[in-house]
């Protein structure tokens, strides 16, 4: 066990207790005459008490002091505290600073049962100034440090959690690049996401890096009726391996040193909410184990000791990789694949979803002139240029490079030529030659001015200040989007 001096000069001194032997006592200086009251008194204190005599020889201790420190009574008595300290039986003694200082000693001491106390020993002294006895006071504050604790990560998962509120609030400012579609495959997707948003069964979106997995993940917590409960990401692939099981999980006490009363895991943190495993296949085989204990018991058991809590989660998971692949490979469990994904979703890359890249683009530009006070847009001509390039990064990659062109371009009007992607378009001439055959170049460059129209319209609210913004006049403005509206060409 170990001890921390928390008295000192600056506490104030008591005053020294004089023992005096009763004339009928039987030589006993605790249960003369009156023992059998003072033992009953002593026994039932529910704190501890350790007495030793003038020379730190261990005369008795209480039951308290024996479920406190885990320490037994018949291996105490008649012992020498300074050989107790020698043997490491305990780490420091209040008993002997008090017989050095001749004065009371108050300590915060911490025993191998893992609880935690304050002692104060205090010397007795005879007649004549002799230290005849040390008595030591043990009070289990244990729990006081646990409420401490407990309050300190309440206040922090409120923290976490107005984070939360907020990151929310500013989501729904925005619309995710991932859920501008208009391309069939992704209104499949989003449908499916509708449905699992009302289910209680595990998710798993796969897909390549950047194609909006998050976003995705982040739509069916929106949609779920979990949507007032925590969302939280796990980022499997930044946990380092010798930590991942204890951040995952949580620790018991006593583990580790750094959290004496334990530690919260992340999935307890997200109980009753969502957790979102972003590259599940990072995980290391403990994890995945305990992962699956998770789902199938819906409780979390923290590493060491303690006991099982109970975790209700909403798990949705996602995957670059060949999972059933990594399966076969033993690499990834078997069980927890099919455990994590009941309801499978495959998000197409980028470069299959051609059509959905104008208004991607759009909405990005209209949302970096509002970031950067500026008046700039893509030319039509650039737009299709962005559209023969197949994305290796997706829609993060998109993203990257039109907020890099609406920084340093100088036009207002971005041409192709200013693209860093001209030079490196990479798909192959029999691609290129299908994709252009099915593009209708009249009703791409009018499916552009619609967006454009209707975008600048919601931004500015009137015609003038929107068909200035396009380097139209309001005639033309109004013309056009009157047939927008009536749905003419």
């Not at 008490?49 to 406190?68: C, Q, V």
Request: glycine share 6%; with cysteine.
């Amino acid at each position: 066990m170990t001890e921390k001096q928390i008295g000192g000069n600056g506490m104030a001194k008591r005053q020294p207790t004089v023992l005096r032997v009763p004339e009928n006592g039987a030589g006993d200086p605790f249960f003369g005459r009156q023992g059998n009251w003072f033992e009953v008194i002593f026994e039932s204190s529910y704190d501890g008490f350790y007495i030793t005599d003038g020379n730190a020889i261990t005369l008795t201790l209480n039951k308290s002091y024996e479920t406190i420190s885990g320490l037994r009574k018949e291996e105490m008595v008649g012992r020498s505290m300074a050989e107790l300290v020698a043997s490491r039986v305990i780490s420091a003694s209040g008993t002997l600073l008090a017989l050095e200082r001749r004065e009371s000693v108050t300590m915060e001491q911490q025993f191998k049962t893992g609880k935690r106390a304050i002692i104060t020993s205090t010397p007795v002294f005879d007649s004549e100034s002799n230290i005849v006895m040390v008595v030591t006071n043990v009070r289990d504050v244990t729990e006081l440090y646990s409420l401490k604790e407990q309050l300190e990560q309440s206040e922090e998962r409120n923290r976490l959690y107005s984070a939360e509120l907020e990151a929310a609030r500013s989501r729904q400012d925005r619309n995710p690049s991932s859920l501008i579609f208009h391309d069939k495959s992704m209104q499949n997707v989003i449908n499916l996401l509708n449905r699992a948003a009302q289910m209680e069964v595990p998710v798993l979106l796969q897909g390549e890096v950047g194609v909006g997995k998050g976003a995705l993940s982040e739509y069916i917590h929106s949609k779920s009726k979990r949507r007032k409960e925590h969302f939280i990401t796990i980022p499997c692939a930044s946990l380092p391996d010798d930590t991942m099981a204890a951040e995952l999980f949580g620790l018991g006490p006593g583990v580790s040193p750094e959290y004496p009363q334990g530690k919260t895991g992340l999935l307890e943190q997200a109980n009753r909410g969502v957790v979102f495993l972003d590259e599940v296949e990072q995980l290391n085989h403990e994890s995945q184990t305990r992962l699956l204990s998770v789902i199938k018991r819906r409780q979390v058991k923290p590493l060491g000791y303690g006991a099982d809590k109970p975790c209700d989660l909403r798990i949705i998971a996602s995957t670059s990789a060949d999972l059933l692949a990594l399966v076969r490979e033993k690499k990834f469990r078997e069980d927890l694949y099919y455990a994590l994904s009941v309801l499978p979703i495959n998000v197409p890359p980028l470069r299959e979803r051609r059509e959905d890249i104008p208004y991607i683009v759009t909405a990005y530009a209209a949302e970096m002139n509002k970031k950067y006070h500026q008046k700039k847009r893509f030319a039509p001509e650039t737009i299709i240029c962005m559209q023969s390039y197949n994305w290796p990064g997706n829609i993060r990659e998109l993203h990257n490079v039109v907020e890099r062109m609406m920084i340093i371009s100088k036009n207002n009007v971005i041409q192709p030529e200013e693209l860093p992607i001209t030079d490196n378009i990479t798909i192959s001439q029999k691609e290129s030659e299908e994709y252009f055959e099915q593009v209708n170049l009249h009703k791409l460059v009018e499916q552009l001015e619609i967006s454009y129209i209707r975008r600048a319209y919601s931004r500015y609210g009137n015609v003038r200040d929107a068909a200035r913004s396009l380097g139209m006049d309001a005639s033309t403005f109004v013309r056009k989007r009157k047939k927008i509206e009536q749905g003419r060409e």
